[in-house]
């Protein structure tokens, strides 16, 4: 998920629709180093030496042209606020942190780890659904995404992402297994056409975890 930061006090300086005069002790993006900026930063309030301050600093002057542009104390404490004290990106909609994935979490969040069962049988309620009332076409729904965020509250903040992974390994594990047992009693068997009769009975989640071979960094090495 990326984050929408409101840089309107940089593109105004862009696009000339504001002057300078128009930002309250009007700080340019360029000094922000120097030694009388961060002092008045300091006297402001903000603690220069933060991961927190360094974390707004390093998004804000990440896009190009913005050492040119300028900024004032109210729009860095804005910035600085979307993130915690370790400097880590707070979900807006949640307040969790350790959710995004970026360029340095990308790998790192692919791998397995030990998830709640009861998780696990949640996405699989919503799998089964899937095929029995709409034969296989999936849909994204409110109740999905309560699942994983629910399941990020539960997990220590450095594996909510690979939790996440993890989850969503499973949840295909589930499809592929559905899938199976459809075109098994009828060959011919695509997403949208009916399901046929009786192709589910017996079938639970702990049965197709139970055909589930390795768990590795790659994913769920899927025998169903």
Do not use: C
Request: aromatic residues 8%.
């Amino acid at each position: 998920m990326s984050r929408i930061t409101d840089y309107s006090f940089l593109f105004d300086q862009m696009f000339g629709t504001k002057s300078n005069s128009g930002l309250v002790n009007n700080i340019k993006v360029s000094s922000l180093s120097s030694r009388s900026t961060q002092a008045q930063l300091r006297a402001a309030g903000i603690d220069t030496n933060s991961a927190q301050y360094k974390a707004a600093i390093k998004e804000m002057t990440k896009h190009p042209g913005s050492m040119g542009m300028s900024t004032n104390v109210q729009a860095i404490k804005n910035i600085m606020n979307t993130y915690d004290k370790n400097g880590d990106e707070i979900d807006p909609h949640t307040g969790l942190t350790g959710v995004f994935v970026t360029e340095e979490t990308a790998a790192k969040r692919r791998r397995i780890i030990s998830i709640p069962e009861d998780s696990r049988e949640e996405i699989y309620k919503i799998v089964r659904n899937n095929f029995e009332k709409n034969n296989g076409m999936t849909s994204e729904s409110d109740t999905k995404k309560e699942i994983f965020t629910n399941l990020q509250r539960r997990t220590n903040k450095n594996d909510r992402l690979a939790a996440s992974w993890t989850l969503s390994q499973y949840e295909q594990a589930y499809a592929k297994a559905f899938v199976s047992a459809a075109k098994k009693a009828d060959p011919s068997w695509d997403y949208g056409k009916p399901i046929p009769k009786g192709a589910f009975d017996g079938m639970t989640r702990e049965s197709i975890e139970a055909n589930i071979g390795n768990l590795s960094k790659k994913g769920l090495d899927l025998r169903v």
